[in-house]
């Protein structure tokens, strides 16, 4: 239940073809002590992913466009919330990761925040990956603030300010957005708190080809202003 002095807060999930994990993460929002508002928005699925997601919110919304950022965008303007929590449908959150981001927001300053992001039901390579991936962005946030889109926290004030997603962007849209954030104010890490991901990507493609993949993309927008990767296959 969310105390009247609480913000309110939007948890928006863009999808695509996420049939196989859309009803857990719903099943586990649904289920949580601290009243949220759900944002589905699915971005031409044929597999029930839209079905399962009326089954746990009214607020499920179909767009013609792919793109993850324009399904964010979409989200977010249609949203409530002062707090905005964008979660991909393939994650798993502990049932206190809306009281651990409220808790990051206590400071004033704060205007947005990402957390541990770990691979759920681990490997040892990727368990060890993640772990230096995860000090790696928070490192970072001291200078350059990162963040994966598997969970991403912003201010709405902030968000709409800066104008949301690049939806120019294909794949970085992420740490992009925690970059612009950082001009209005702190962008955090919370370290108390871990997401869990499914490895699909890292299994499917190998690890080796996803990090040449973020590296090569990442460089390129920071030299270019641009990526190498002009659209973002679909893993599933």
């Known amino acids: 239940m969310r105390g009247c002095d609480e913000p309110k807060v939007s948890v928006i999930i863009p999808t695509y073809q996420e049939g196989r994990y859309i009803r857990g993460l719903l099943r586990e929002l649904a289920g949580l002590k601290h009243l949220i508002e759900i944002i589905v928005v699915d971005s031409g699925s044929t597999d029930g992913t839209v079905e399962t997601a009326k089954l746990f919110t009214e607020n499920v919304y179909e767009i013609d466009q792919r793109g993850i950022a324009k399904a964010r965008n979409y989200g977010a303007r249609r949203s409530d919330g002062e707090i905005l929590i964008f979660l991909d449908?393939?994650?798993?959150?502990?049932?206190?990761?809306?009281?651990?981001?409220?808790?990051?927001?206590?400071?004033?300053?704060?205007?947005?925040?990402?957390?541990?992001?770990?691979?759920?039901?681990?490997?040892?390579?990727?368990?060890?990956?993640?772990?230096?991936?995860?000090?790696?962005?928070?490192?970072?946030?001291?200078?350059?603030?990162?963040?994966?889109?598997?969970?991403?926290?912003?201010?709405?004030?902030?968000?709409?300010?800066?104008?949301?997603?690049?939806?120019?962007?294909?794949?970085?849209?992420?740490?992009?957005?925690?970059?612009?954030?950082?001009?209005?104010?702190?962008?955090?890490?919370?370290?108390?708190?871990?997401?869990?991901?499914?490895?699909?990507?890292?299994?499917?493609?190998?690890?080796?080809?996803?990090?040449?993949?973020?590296?090569?993309?990442?460089v390129s927008f920071i030299l270019l202003g641009r990526t190498i990767t002009r659209v973002w296959k679909a893993v599933r």
């Open 89 to 218: 449908a393939d994650v798993t959150p502990p049932l206190d990761f809306v009281e651990r981001t409220l808790r990051a927001f206590q400071n004033s300053m704060v205007m947005g925040a990402t957390c541990n992001i770990m691979p759920r039901q681990p490997r040892i390579l990727e368990l060890f990956f993640f772990g230096f991936y995860n000090k790696l962005i928070q490192v970072s946030t001291l200078i350059k603030p990162h963040s994966r889109g598997e969970f991403l926290a912003v201010r709405r004030k902030c968000f709409f300010e800066i104008g949301g997603f690049n939806e120019h962007l294909p794949c970085i849209e992420d740490h992009d957005l925690a970059f612009r954030v950082s001009r209005l104010g702190k962008f955090v890490f919370i370290p108390e708190l871990s997401v869990y991901e499914s490895m699909r990507r890292v299994r499917t493609l190998g690890i080796l080809n996803v990090l040449k993949t973020w590296v090569t993309n990442y």
